[in-house]
C-alpha cells in the first residue's frame, strides 16, 4: 500500500503540484454552483451516451442483494440510483464534498427514486473517509478521484474501508487511444464543454475547470497504477464511447 505520508498533493486542473486546498475550495464552489443543473448538463453535453457508461458500470459492479454500497463522490445521486434499481443492495451510504449535491440526492429519495433500498446520506471528503475499517463489500464512484488533490490517499483511504474481496467500482472520463478520436474529444472538452455549461448553468469557467481536469488526468493504465500502488489487485477496465470513459474494476 501506498505511504500517504509522502505524497504530494496536485492541482487537479493541471497534474502539478499545489496545495490541497487550492483543488478542494474550487470544486467545492464549482459543483455548489451548478448543483441543480448537474444531471441536465450531464446529458446533454455526453449527447445521453452516460447512460450507456452507467449501465456498462452496472454491468461490472459485483453487487449482490447482500452488500452494503459505498457511493463515493454520490454527487445528485445519480450513481446510486442505478444501484437501487439494478442490484438492490443491503443499503447504499451516499456521500459526497459538496452539501448543495446532496440535497439533489435527498430531492429524489422524496420522490421515490431510490424504491425500496435504504440510502443514507452524508458529507465526506474521500481523502479522510469516517468510517471504520473493512465496512463496505463494494464502493462505486462516479467522475469523483479526477477531482482530488491527494489520489493515492483517497484510494489508500477506500482500499481501508472495503471488506477483504470487496471491489471498488470507477466510472470516469479517459483518453481515448485512436489518436484522430483523441484530437476530436480534445478539440471538444475544450471548446464545447465550456459552451455548454455556460449555456445550461450560467456557470462557464466552472466548466473550463471541468475540461482541463479531464485532460490532465491520467490516462486507463495510469489510473490502474494508482489502484495498484494504494493496495488494490486484479484491476480491469472496459472503455466506453471510444475510451472517452472508462470503468475500472479493483479488487482488495
Known amino acids: 500500500m501506498s505511504d500517504t505520508n509522502t505524497t504530494h498533493t496536485i492541482d487537479t486542473a493541471t497534474g502539478l503540484e499545489a496545495p490541497a486546498e487550492l483543488s478542494t475550495e474550487r470544486?467545492?464552489?464549482?459543483?455548489s454552483q451548478i448543483a441543480r443543473k448537474y444531471e441536465l448538463f450531464n446529458?446533454?453535453?455526453s449527447f445521453g451516451a452516460y447512460r450507456r457508461w452507467l449501465n456498462g458500470m452496472m454491468r461490472q459492479a459485483p453487487i449482490t442483494s447482500n452488500h452494503?454500497?459505498?457511493?463515493?463522490?454520490?454527487?445528485?445521486g445519480?450513481?446510486?440510483?442505478?444501484?437501487?434499481?439494478?442490484?438492490?443492495?443491503?443499503?447504499?451510504?451516499c456521500t459526497d464534498l459538496v452539501p448543495e449535491m446532496l440535497e439533489v440526492?435527498?430531492?429524489?429519495?422524496?420522490?421515490?427514486?431510490?424504491?425500496?433500498?435504504?440510502?443514507?446520506?452524508?458529507?465526506?471528503d474521500a481523502q479522510n473517509i469516517p468510517y471504520e475499517d473493512a465496512s463496505y463489500d463494494v464502493i462505486t464512484m462516479a467522475y469523483g478521484i479526477r477531482n482530488m488533490p491527494d489520489r493515492p490517499r483517497a484510494l489508500s483511504e477506500m482500499h481501508r474501508v472495503l471488506k477483504p474481496g470487496g471491489?471498488?467500482?470507477?466510472?470516469?472520463?479517459?483518453?481515448?487511444?485512436?489518436?484522430?478520436?483523441?484530437?476530436?474529444y480534445r478539440f471538444y472538452l475544450k471548446h464545447l464543454i465550456p459552451f455548454w455549461g455556460g449555456l445550461i448553468t450560467g456557470d462557464k469557467s466552472g466548466f473550463?475547470?471541468?475540461?482541463?481536469?479531464?485532460q490532465a488526468f491520467p490516462d486507463q493504465r495510469g489510473l490502474a497504477q494508482l489502484m495498484e500502488e494504494a493496495g488494490f489487485h486484479d484491476i480491469t477496465w472496459e472503455n466506453y464511447t471510444g475510451g472517452i470513459a472508462a470503468v475500472h474494476v479493483a479488487r482488495k
Open 167 to 184: 471491489a471498488l467500482v470507477c466510472l470516469e472520463f479517459s483518453t481515448p487511444p485512436n489518436p484522430i478520436w483523441r484530437t476530436l
Open 208 to 214: 473550463v475547470y471541468l475540461a482541463k481536469s479531464i
Open 27 to 31: 470544486v467545492k464552489a464549482v459543483f
Open 105 to 124: 440526492a435527498r430531492l429524489h429519495q422524496a420522490n421515490g427514486d431510490f424504491g425500496d433500498v435504504p440510502i443514507d446520506f452524508d458529507v465526506v
Open 68 to 76: 452494503d454500497v459505498l457511493d463515493i463522490a454520490g454527487g445528485t
Open 78 to 93: 445519480d450513481v446510486s440510483r442505478w444501484v437501487a434499481r439494478f442490484h438492490h443492495p443491503r443499503h447504499i451510504q
Open 43 to 45: 446529458a446533454v453535453s
